[in-house]
């Protein structure tokens, strides 16, 4: 699940817990999957899928538009987080300037290109404000511009 395996050990929770949490939350978002499912443990399963090089398999088709370089430095990066030892993880601000990194190397998307799944009331401003933690694509408001991207990776790197 979401703690830090460490925790089992020394019942006690740290920064590093922490960010063993978010490396867990990224993975669902890379995967679909959820932490522990039919006895399976999402950190060992990307582990395994990506020591024998089939992590293409597990990444989740709703990602959508993010280039193959994003998802393999967010994928780096959730994968560190999650390491058993504490010392081998990255602290929050690493996690931050690598998600800035990741985030400068998104494409802008055109607005006419998103289709809206809120046809019911045809309202942008709600469609601008809707997420999911499903995935689906999202449309970010920022300093009165409009920033969309399409997948999760883009919810997580320029938040609402």
């Not at 395994?48 to 990444?59: H, P, R």
């Not at 709600?126 to 969309?148: C, I, M, W």
């Amino acid at each position: 699940g979401y703690l830090d395996p460490e925790y089992f050990l020394t019942h006690k929770l740290t920064d590093k817990s922490d960010v063993y949490s978010l490396g867990v939350v990224f993975l669902e978002m890379l995967t679909g999957m959820k932490p522990i499912e039919h006895g399976k443990n999402i950190v060992r399963e990307v582990n395994k899928a990506y020591q024998s090089g089939n992590i293409s398999e597990i990444v989740d088709s709703r990602m959508g538009m993010c280039p193959p370089d994003c998802i393999n430095r967010f994928l780096l990066l959730a994968t560190k987080c999650c390491q058993d030892e504490t010392d081998e993880r990255p602290s929050m601000s690493e996690i931050v300037r690598e998600l800035e990194v990741i985030l400068r190397m998104m494409p802008e998307v055109d607005l006419n290109l998103l289709e809206t799944t809120d046809t019911d009331s045809g309202d942008m401003s709600k469609a601008l404000s809707t997420s999911s933690a499903t995935g689906t694509s999202f449309v970010t408001q920022t300093s009165g511009s409009v920033n969309a991207s399409s997948g999760v990776l883009s919810e997580v790197l320029a938040p609402r």
